[in-house]
C-alpha cells in the first residue's frame, strides 16, 4: 500500500521558519522525482518545488526561490521542505507528490498558515 505522509505544518508569524516532512512507503522511493505543492483558497494548484531521484537536481517556483530548499534522505525514506522567510502568501496546504514508474501519489497535505 502506497502512502505519503506529511508533517510539520503548523501557524508561523510572519519572517519565520518551518520544516515540512513527507514520509514514504509501498513504492521506491529512491527511484521517484518528488516534489512538494501547495494549494491557496480558492487558487489551483501550484508546483513550489522539486528534486530528482538521487537528489542532483532541484527546481523552484520564482516566488520561493532563495526561501525555501528541498530535500531528501532515500535511506530514511523522507523528503523535506525547510521554509524560512515565510510570507502570509505562502499560506496554504502543502501537498507531497511522487512520480514513480509505476504511477504518480499524492499526501493528504498539511496546512502551514503565516499570520501575525
Known amino acids: 500500500q502506497v502512502q505519503l505522509v506529511e508533517s510539520g505544518g503548523g501557524l508561523v508569524q510572519p519572517g519565520g521558519s518551518l520544516r515540512l516532512s513527507c514520509t514514504a512507503s509501498?513504492?521506491?522511493?529512491?527511484?521517484?522525482?518528488m516534489k512538494w505543492y501547495r494549494q491557496a483558497p480558492g487558487k489551483e494548484r501550484e508546483l513550489v518545488a522539486s528534486i530528482s531521484s538521487v537528489g542532483s537536481r532541484t527546481n523552484y517556483a520564482d516566488s520561493v526561490k532563495g526561501r525555501f530548499t528541498i530535500s531528501r534522505d532515500n535511506a530514511k525514506k523522507t523528503v523535506s521542505l525547510q521554509m524560512n522567510s515565510l510570507k502570509p502568501e505562502d499560506t496554504a496546504v502543502y501537498y507531497c507528490?511522487?512520480?514513480?514508474?509505476?504511477?504518480?501519489?499524492w499526501g493528504q497535505g498539511t496546512q502551514v498558515t503565516v499570520s501575525s
Open positions: 509501498g513504492f521506491r522511493l529512491s527511484t521517484s522525482t
Open positions: 507528490n511522487a512520480v514513480a514508474w509505476n504511477g504518480d501519489y
